[in-house]
């Protein structure tokens, strides 16, 4: 026996791997006949439990109720964000900082850093922390679904209204249409009770429920009623075999709730990015401190150079570029109607190499529609043509006769792999647009007639577009009332010929028969049901012809061409009742049937479809053309999921498919059924993951999780697209989740990292062009970024080796990195593609990753060195004015003690020598006498040229901003569109004009007033970049294999 109450994951459940084990608790009560049921729970069918006995087992087994996972406190998840990844290595360079400073407390430029790097680190944390607490509430959306109250039989009194949580096993519940299903019910008794799956198993159409075993699997038998799931009508008695976490329901909740998600690419690429600048940074940082000891400096002195090294390699405004540029992506993907709830997974979705695709309410509309009319005519020969979406134009289908031309019928041929030229068959509908014969036969007319009569759906709203209006019947009258509401008025031929007696559909005799009083006073009699129900009733055709077997026949085969379609087929007939045997007034009794069942018209059939959306069949080949496979994964039956995959293009038309039955190892398309998925080998597995066309049909929540994992376990990226409670485990396990904003379930919406607001799946392709775009603006911010590193490390270098004066203080660089380098490295989110990125496969993970060596050899030594040399350029050229001429710098070696007081001891007796030539230039040559410099006047000149060396590392990294637009084009090949990155590149010369210029600022900063001539010296090192840049990706487009392209394309 099953135990109601709540399962627990023990630590050995955490460990077993999902692709080995789907479902931890399967059902099998479904198999007992009633006297068994009773039996094994310990009940009665008329008397129910008893109170007591009631209470004992609640006592013992629980609510009925699923239970909440264990939570996270929100300090801990405060700390992940404020501990973890890059803000670890920013910590690291903050208390680095504070170190310096407790060893050397004039040294307060390192203080302000460590506070800034402190700053950075909890502002960044918190906003990740706010983002993230508003995503994960996945079990919330579950227990809306639970019902919150039942109808039992306790103490042998029916109709106990009691809350759901307190029923227990074995509790005898009634069921009725409007209500939720209050447990797991097995079905003991039954009227007509439907039930709405499709959130649970992807059915399009509300379940009949009845009383026996009608399927080995517990998901296809119609003796279960499943936990949370709605009655849409009938009534049924039955037994609770299944409380809380053990239903259905409850089993994929946990699924959802306790599976792990996988680590973002962005995570991935950013923790490799800490490794190796953390390897960089703390490389120089040792390897200095051993030059700086060698040369007989303080050990003191060497570790405050090592971690002046190490912090300079900090990239300080990275952390902030990343969150702010993925949040800018983010917004863009809303305005395109993909909200994103995690925003690391944006570039993961770039990186996506599988979509795995819902088929109800995703690659479909979610709403059963006409697709096929079959009907005879006097030549028997078919016509075919569209007319309007009755939406449209026009809130109802007039007798206008207004049809489009017949020229687009080729149309209708290419998407649907029947054969439409056969007789009797005609195509009616595709997509969200109707199409009919061009002419206005007795038969079609009628078929219209009885769709629209034997028929008890209406519209709740009748306005909008036709196929979008709401009503209040099943799916199959909902499609039926829309199908004969576009081509006739249906209120007004119901109110003519108004409804007299009704034999309701039920799963035994498998029709529906209505009676109308017409305007003659005559009574019709119009049924519609399963095909060979109502094929077998018939006896003539509505034009008096005998139906005989060779039109029987023929109307079969094109049945069974329907169903093999996927296709749902119904069959209408006729019969005009004698007013001698019928007069007005006459009683029909339905349970005695005092009227006629047998020898009618047959009419014809109606093939109804959840019809694909018109924008995915686009998306699809959008995909594969992205190199992103495609695949259908729905809990749907076989030849319906294989009918829509090829529709939308998932499968080819002229693809040789295969099955696991008969496998063919030449077929490129696989058709994969749940129960099999159960029992697939590891060789299976490769085999049907390697077709290019993939589709899994009649699969089970657990299922689809574990086709996830498999995917993944073989390196591919996926992505999980989905709308129902069903989906929900598999939203979870998938590197990128994507639930369906309008139709999808709160619980998928919960357990997705993104939401399409607009049910649209081509968003999907929109989402994925973003995401491969953030990557490639993404490595162009952190080229731009790091190249600053080298005019910001080479003053400690120069500083500690050849003891040449500090050309940039700490403060300095900070100035820079949350500066200046600040918008611009934003501003690269807003950068467009140079090249169409959809058109190229999805990037090689290994090999292609955020940070290369190739991307750290053209920031480090290629634009980073052009950048030093300039800085040093300027820096050198301003001391010069001031009389210290390079040489002198060089060869005095006093630098280190340069920016100290004359009353220090190391500088008592020191003379700083430089050249007086009363401003005339030309030094002693030109009559200038070599002097010793005081305190004031040296401090004055560091200033000054550790200004011009902060301006020509700018102007450096506008040249930068400037070529890095592109990772492969010219620029003349690419736009200047991005005002975010032109404003960028003048807010750079800006900050820098304030901040050397005003007054007090420029005091804070070290910085000092310079002549504009000086602004020059980095000119020419501007075109030497721009110039170097555009030949070495001339060559690189030239010569794609060479060795400039293997070491510098990034």
């Not at 736009?975 to 960028?984: D, I, T």
Request: proline share 4%; charged share 20%; aromatic share 8%.
């Amino acid at each position: 026996m099953v135990s109601c109450g709540k399962k627990k994951p023990t630590a050995e459940d955490g460990e077993k791997d999902l692709t080995k084990k789907t479902a931890a608790n399967p059902i099998f009560e479904h198999a007992w006949p009633t006297p068994q049921a009773e039996k094994e729970l310990s009940t009665s069918v008329t008397t129910g439990l008893t109170t007591a006995e009631a209470e004992q087992r609640l006592a013992r087994d629980g609510p009925n109720a699923l239970t909440p996972p264990p939570t996270t406190p929100w300090w801990v998840n405060l700390g992940k964000h404020l501990l973890g990844g890059f803000a670890l290595l920013l910590w690291a360079g903050g208390i680095l900082c504070f170190i310096v400073y407790a060893i050397d407390q004039t040294r307060l430029p390192e203080f302000y850093l460590g506070v800034v790097l402190v700053v950075v680190v909890v502002v960044t944390g918190l906003f990740g922390y706010w983002q993230d607490s508003k995503a994960d509430a996945v079990l919330a959306g579950f227990l809306k679904l639970t019902p919150q109250q039942a109808i039992v039989v306790r103490d042998g009194n029916e109709g106990v209204e009691m809350d759901a949580t307190k029923l227990v096993k074995g509790d005898v519940v009634i069921m009725s249409g409007g209500q939720k299903v209050p447990a797991d019910v097995l079905v003991i008794e039954c009227q007509g009770l439907k039930v709405d799956n499709s959130s649970l198993t992807g059915e399009s159409l509300p379940q009949k429920r009845g009383v026996g075993q009608s399927d080995e699997l517990p998901h296809e038998t119609h003796n279960i009623a499943f936990f949370g799931t709605q009655c849409t009508e009938g009534l049924a008695k039955g037994i609770v075999i299944r409380c809380g976490d053990d239903t259905f329901m409850g089993q994929i909740a946990t699924a959802a709730v306790e599976g792990e998600k996988p680590q973002t690419q962005m995570q991935i690429e950013l923790n490799r990015f800490i490794l190796i600048i953390t390897a960089i940074a703390v490389v120089l940082g040792l390897v200095f401190f051993g030059i700086a000891f060698a040369l007989g400096y303080d050990w003191v002195v060497a570790v405050i150079f090592m971690i002046g090294i190490i912090v300079a390699n900090v990239p300080e405004g990275l952390l902030v570029t990343v969150t702010v540029a993925l949040t800018i992506t983010a917004k863009n993907m809303a305005a395109k109607n993909v909200l994103v709830k995690n925003v690391e997974t944006i570039e993961t979705l770039g990186a996506v190499t599988v979509i795995c695709s819902d088929k109800t309410g995703t690659l479909t509309q979610n709403r059963m529609t006409v697709r096929h009319a079959i009907y005879s005519q006097e030549t028997f020969t078919a016509k075919i043509s569209k007319m309007d979406h009755p939406g449209d134009a026009t809130p109802e289908r007039r007798d206008s006769g207004n049809h489009l031309s017949a020229g687009e019928d080729g149309v209708i041929k290419k998407m649907s792999s029947l054969d439409l030229s056969r007789p009797a068959l005609h195509a009616v509908h595709y997509g969200t647009k109707f199409r009919s014969p061009t002419d206005t036969s007795l038969e079609f007319g009628l078929l219209l007639r009885c769709a629209g009569l034997c028929n008890h759906a209406k519209f709740t709203d009748k306005k909008g577009p036709l196929l979008q209006r709401p009503t209040n019947g099943d799916a199959s009258e909902s499609a039926l009332l829309k199908f004969a509401t576009s081509h006739m008025g249906v209120d007004s031929a119901r109110k003519g010929n108004p409804e007299i007696a009704c034999v309701p559909f039920n799963s035994t005799q498998k029709f529906m028969a209505t009676i109308h009083e017409q305007a003659t006073g005559r009574y019709l009699l119009l049924m519609k049901g399963a095909p060979e129900k109502i094929i077998g009733r018939c006896s003539r055709l509505v034009n008096g012809t005998p139906f005989d077997e060779d039109q029987k026949r023929e109307f079969a085969n094109a049945q069974m061409e329907l169903a093999a379609n996927g296709e749902r087929v119904l069959a209408f007939a006729q019969l005009e009742l004698s007013s001698k045997d019928f007069p007005k007034g006459f009683k029909f009794d339905v349970e005695e049937k005092n009227f006629p069942l047998e020898g009618l018209q047959f009419i014809g059939m109606l093939s109804l479809e959840d019809p694909p959306r018109e924008e995915v069949p686009k998306a699809v080949q959008e995909c594969q053309n992205a190199g992103i496979k495609v695949v259908m994964v729905t809990g749907d039956h076989p030849l319906t999921a294989k009918s829509i995959a090829q529709q939308v293009g998932i499968i080819d038309f002229e693809a040789v498919v295969t099955n696991l039955a008969e496998p063919n190892p030449d077929a490129t398309a696989v058709v994969v059924t749940g129960p099999e998925v159960d029992e697939l080998t590891d060789e299976q597995w490769d085999f049907i993951l390697s077709r290019k066309q993939i589709v899994f049909a009649r699969t089970l929540p657990q299922q689809k999780q574990r086709i996830v994992a498999e995917f993944q376990n073989r390196d591919h990226v996926v992505a999980v697209t989905g709308d129902g409670v069903n989906d929900s485990p598999a939203l979870k396990k998938a590197d990128v989740g994507i639930a369906m904003g309008v139709t999808g379930s709160e619980v998928a919406k919960d357990a997705a990292d993104m939401i399409l607001m607009d049910d649209n799946f081509a968003s999907i392709v929109k989402g994925v062009e973003e995401g491969r775009l953030i990557f490639d603006n993404l490595k162009k911010s952190i080229v731009y970024t790091l190249e600053s590193n080298i005019p910001e490390i080479l003053p400690f270098l120069a500083n500690i080796t050849i003891r040449i004066p500090l050309a940039l203080t700490t403060i300095m660089i900070l100035g820079i990195d949350l500066g200046t380098d600040m918008l611009p490295a934003i501003a690269f989110a807003y950068e467009r593609p140079e090249l169409n990125i959809m058109k190229r496969k999805p990037r090689d993970r290994v090999r292609d990753r955020l940070v290369t060596l190739q991307l750290i050899g053209v920031s480090y030594l290629q634009i980073g060195m052009i950048q030093g040399f300039s800085a040093y350029t300027a820096f050198f050229w301003v001391l010069n004015d001031f009389g210290f001429t390079t040489n002198n710098l060089l060869t005095q070696q006093q630098g280190v003690t340069w920016d100290r007081s004359d009353t220090d001891s190391e500088n008592i007796g020191t003379c700083y020598r430089f050249v007086d030539d009363g401003g005339a230039g030309g030094g002693v040559n030109a009559g200038g006498i070599e002097r010793c410099a005081g305190f004031g006047y040296r401090n004055l000149a560091l200033r000054t040229a550790q200004s011009a060396h902060f301006v020509a590392t700018v102007v450096g990294q506008i040249a930068g901003g400037i070529i890095h637009k592109t990772r492969f084009l010219s620029q003349l090949q690419h736009n200047w569109e991005n005002m975010v990155l032109n404003f960028g590149f003048f807010e750079e010369v800006a900050l820098c004009c304030l901040l050397v210029y005003t007054p007090g600022l420029n005091s804070v900063f070290g910085f000092e007033p310079m002549a504009a001539e000086f602004w020059w010296c980095g000119w020419p090192y501007f075109f030497l970049t721009i110039v170097y840049d555009e030949w070495r990706k001339w060559w690189c487009r030239k010569f794609p294999k060479s060795l400039v392209y293997k070491l510098t394309f990034f």
